[in-house]
C-alpha cells in the first residue's frame, strides 16, 4: 500500500471479464457488550489480489462502537481474490454488517 493507506494496484468492478472473490472467512461475532439494541452500518472495502481486506469505509454509521467494531471485523475477513483473464485482481464491494445482540 501506499503511504496514504490507499491500495496502489488498480480497483476493478465485478462485472463482465471481473469475476466477484468468493467469500473464505467472513465470520460476523457478537458485538462487544457495549452494544445494545439492533444495529447496522453499511461499508465498502477492497478484496486485493491476495484475497486480504483493505481501505475499509464506513458508508453508513451507525453508533461509535459499533462502527469501530464494524470497521476491525470486515478488515479481517478473507476471501479468494477476483479474477480478470484468469489473474487475481482488486475489487472494491460493499456489504452491511448486523448487531445480534437484543
Given at each position: ?44 472495502f ?41 489473474s ?5 464491494l ?9
Open positions: 500500500m501506499s503511504q496514504a493507506g490507499k491500495p496502489n494496484y488498480p480497483i476493478y468492478k465485478v462485472g463482465g471479464d471481473v469475476s466477484a472473490p468468493r467469500p473464505i472467512s467472513t465470520v460476523v461475532p457478537a458485538p462487544p457488550e457495549t452494544v445494545n439494541g439492533p444495529l447496522k452500518v453499511r461499508v465498502s477492497v478484496v486485493a489480489p491476495d484475497g486480504s481486506v483493505t481501505d475499509v469505509r464506513l458508508l453508513k454509521r451507525s453508533k461509535s462502537d459499533f462502527d469501530d467494531f464494524a470497521v476491525g471485523l470486515v478488515s479481517k475477513w478473507k476471501f479468494e481474490p477476483a479474477t480478470k483473464e484468469g487475481p485482481v482488486a475489487v472494491r460493499e456489504a452491511d454488517v448486523r448487531s445480534h445482540r437484543p
